[in-house]
């Protein structure tokens, strides 16, 4: 999936003059397993070298194998619980298991200096919570701008669930707002492709 995602953004910086797009101005997002997979392609890239993302979205990201227990807070939340999540990473990870790579679970690496800024938000019943606000407290331990909302008796993907309650109407804010700023802030520069 990641290698898909890293052919994906290549293909973009080197397609933007077509595509009429700013290759100095990629974003990247997506939400839940896709979050995570935004957070671990945002990682590759700061490592490859080749690409700068200007700016991630990783929305409630499924970023730490190990939320798979039972017994954590939120394990039976609604939606996606932690049978659901066990099952999704045993297949996501079955040609590794012993030897898992940091780009496959993103919450192993706690250095993310360079990481692109980010705007993201959880709910405080999403099973990943605890994983999300460990990875937002990790971005901003390095340095990262980070735009970061939590939202009370909000369970996973709750917007796209019960999209006109007042809470998810306030999470879909959150993400245009901080799209909008970074359309006007954020750049990386992408001359080597």
Known sequence: ???DCYFTLEWIVKNA???KINQNQIFVGGESAGGGLVAALSLYARD???INIAFQMPLYPMLDNKTI?????NSDA????????KVAWD???EDVKDNVPIYAVPSLVDNLTNIPPTCTFVGELDLFYNEVVEYVNKLKNSNVPVFFETYKSSYHAFEKRIPNAEVSK????HVVDCFNYACKNYFAENNKC
Do not use: F, Q, R, V
């Open 170 to 173: 306030k999470a879909k804010k």
């Open 1 to 3: 999936a990641l290698d």
């Open 69 to 73: 227990y039972s017994h954590l807070k």
């Open 48 to 50: 490859k070298g080749d």
């Open 17 to 19: 003059k077509e595509l």
């Open 91 to 93: 297949i996501y990870l």
């Open 78 to 85: 609604p939606l996606w619980d932690y049978k659901t999540n």
